[in-house]
């Protein structure tokens, strides 16, 4: 398997129920489509919503960290950092940030279908 | 771009650095080989670790939400359970999990590259 040379952001919130979480991926598709996804090296933004409607993850890959940090010094990151706060007072119910530390990742070990290993 | 039909859990854990992050992927990519990767609709499991050494997510994708629960209900439970004990046992340092409710997910977006969208 090839190895993942992407770079990643993970954007992690609890939220209060389906409502909520459907309007927040409405809302912070929009700032994708805004703010983002033209930026060189964007490759995409994925969505993961529980099925009990209470979290959303938003796993946003860059090409390569490089392109991740041109993002974060060549954009507008007052004007978004406003257009998240406006995205998430526009919600019904509430969404709580679940991000800890530096939420940059890169993926380390892919594990794909295949035998069962036993004890050796 | 064509809807992604998938059926994700998601294992979310905060750690005390980079040595743990490290050895907790090691031991959980063991758990993958040995209790899950085997299982009829299995896809993949990619591990996460963030750069600052402080998180790991293990997105874990079946084919579909019928093998998921095929998994659940046919797969030993009480062994994986123990052997998910043991992994943070093992662990030098600590392991905190960062889930809520029921951890597992379907993709509902995705926002691929593309112009900025403005204002309309």
Request: aromatic share 20%.
């Given at each position: 398997m090839s190895k993942d040379t992407g770079f990643y952001s993970i954007i992690d919130y609890t939220v209060d129920g389906f409502d909520t979480q459907r309007e927040f991926v409405e809302a912070f598709a929009e700032i994708m489509e805004r703010w983002?996804?033209?930026?060189?090296g964007y490759r995409s933004a994925r969505f993961h919503v529980s099925t009990d409607g209470t979290r959303v993850y938003n796993i946003v890959r860059w090409a390569s960290e490089a392109d991740y940090r041109h993002f974060v010094e060549t954009s507008d990151t007052d004007g978004r950092m406003a257009a998240i706060s406006g995205a998430l007072e526009s919600l019904s119910g509430t969404a709580e940030p679940r991000m800890s530390g530096i939420p940059t990742y890169t993926v380390v070990r892919e594990i794909g279908p295949g035998p069962q290993h036993l004890d050796s």
């Open positions: 983002v996804r033209f930026h060189p």
